[in-house]
């Protein structure tokens, strides 16, 4: 909980992440339960105690003070969040799991910082580059969101000579349900006859938007009836795409911005909108595509093997880089409409896999999962 415990961005990890969380904790294992950790500045984890606390809604110190976590025979660990920049103080803390002959699994969400540099600043890339050392090091089990980025990475550990053969990577499905109860207040009204097209995820280069605004502008002169909704915080290296958004004539109308939105709020914006459009260039897995597709969203998707996976037929699929073309398949509404529902995974059964994984490591007298 490391990175959740720090700042929440309410990107796709971070989602990830608390959604699981809570289906543990809802339904923890039947012989044991589930103890949140972090990393913590003078070395090795502690119970991270007090985030559980905020996690729940309950009065801080309920469950205690945050206490350097002591392993034991029977715990099994598994990282659900990234802790990326924090390679050496993780290397010394799964140490130390390690020689406690504690099972180590990690959660592996995309690897793009080494598969597609470019697409990062070159921080990122050398934090990353680190922590995959660590993962290759230490992890027992690493526990892919898809076939892609489970193919990625072994990839990447052969490109480095690093170990892989002791390591078993499994693909992990995660799940697509949302809060039953949508928030629709804050959701921006949509007019009579538009057609409203949701774009959701942190606006970085790699994200497409620049693409998708060139192809609604083309709409948007042709006359047709669209708007288009952004959904996601701002990344880097978007100011110059992010002063032609807030300065578009349309800004405000047909062209809307939800900065940061929460669950509620996306549960509110897929109910309210005619599609959802995916133009990035890469992705681990693709979390919207599933939720929206979970709730009958047709699907417009960029042509990607990681889209493929996860929405099979289910989607009407792009391919270039001018939005011209990208409008022509945003305006055929026969081609849109083939979209349907598939067959999509709950955080429930995600994380019942998570326990099923954890029991099959040896298992003491104590049973806790520490995540």
């Given at each position: 909980m490391t990175e959740l415990d720090r700042r929440d961005l309410g990107a796709g990890v971070e989602r990830v992440t608390r959604r699981l969380l809570g289906e543990l904790l809802m339904e923890p294992p039947v012989e044991g339960w589930i103890q949140p950790v972090r990393l913590h500045q003078e070395g090795g984890y502690v119970c991270a105690n007090h985030f559980l606390a905020r996690f729940l809604g309950v009065v801080e110190g309920t469950f205690g003070a945050d206490v350097p976590l002591t392993p034991r025979v029977g715990d099994c660990f598994i990282g659900l969040d990234h802790c990326r920049g924090q390679a050496p103080a993780l290397r010394a803390a799964l140490t130390d799991l390690k020689q406690a002959g504690v099972p180590i699994t990690l959660l592996v969400h995309d690897v793009l910082p080494l598969t597609h540099p470019e697409w990062f600043p070159a921080f990122v890339t050398e934090e990353f580059e680190a922590w995959l050392r660590v993962l290759a090091t230490f992890a027992d089990r690493a526990l892919c969101n898809s076939l892609v980025?489970?193919?990625?990475?072994?990839?990447?550990?052969?490109?480095?000579?690093?170990?892989?053969?002791?390591?078993?990577?499994?693909?992990?499905?995660?799940?697509?349900?949302?809060?039953?109860?949508?928030?629709?207040?804050?959701?921006?009204?949509?007019?009579?006859?538009?057609?409203?097209?949701?774009?959701?995820?942190?606006?970085?280069p790699r994200k497409g938007h620049a693409q998708a605004l060139d192809a609604f502008e083309w709409l948007w002169r042709d006359g047709k009836p669209f708007q288009w909704?952004?959904?996601?915080?701002?990344?880097?290296?978007?100011?110059?795409?992010?002063?032609?958004?807030?300065?578009?004539?349309?800004?405000?109308?047909?062209?809307?911005?939800?900065?940061?939105?929460?669950?509620?709020?996306?549960?509110?914006?897929?109910?309210?909108?005619?599609?959802?459009?995916?133009?990035?260039?890469?992705?681990?897995?693709?979390?919207?595509?599933?939720?929206?597709?979970?709730?009958?969203?047709?699907?417009?998707?960029?042509?990607?093997?990681?889209?493929?996976?996860?929405?099979?037929?289910?989607?009407?699929?792009?391919?270039?880089?001018?939005?011209?073309?990208?409008?022509?398949?945003?305006?055929?509404?026969?081609?849109?409409?083939?979209?349907?529902?598939?067959?999509?995974?709950?955080?429930?059964?995600s994380a019942r896999e998570l326990k099923n994984i954890c029991s099959l490591a040896p298992q003491g007298p104590t049973n806790r999962s520490t995540i």
């Open positions: 980025t489970a193919q990625e990475l072994s990839t990447v550990l052969e490109e480095r000579g690093l170990r892989s053969g002791s390591m078993e990577r499994r693909v992990f499905p995660l799940g697509a349900d949302l809060p039953v109860l949508p928030s629709t207040d804050m959701v921006p009204r949509k007019d009579q006859g538009m057609t409203r097209v949701l774009t959701v995820g942190t606006i970085e909704v952004i959904a996601g915080r701002a990344g880097w290296s978007v100011d110059g795409l992010l002063k032609r958004i807030r300065r578009h004539p349309e800004f405000g109308r047909r062209l809307l911005w939800v900065d940061g939105p929460d669950d509620r709020m996306l549960a509110g914006l897929y109910r309210q909108s005619d599609m959802l459009l995916a133009p990035t260039l890469g992705e681990g897995y693709g979390l919207p595509v599933a939720e929206a597709g979970r709730l009958g969203v047709p699907l417009v998707l960029r042509d990607l093997a990681v889209f493929r996976e996860i929405a099979g037929d289910h989607a009407t699929y792009f391919s270039g880089l001018d939005g011209r073309d990208l409008a022509r398949v945003l305006a055929n509404r026969q081609v849109v409409a083939s979209s349907g529902e598939g067959n999509w995974t709950t955080w429930a059964q």
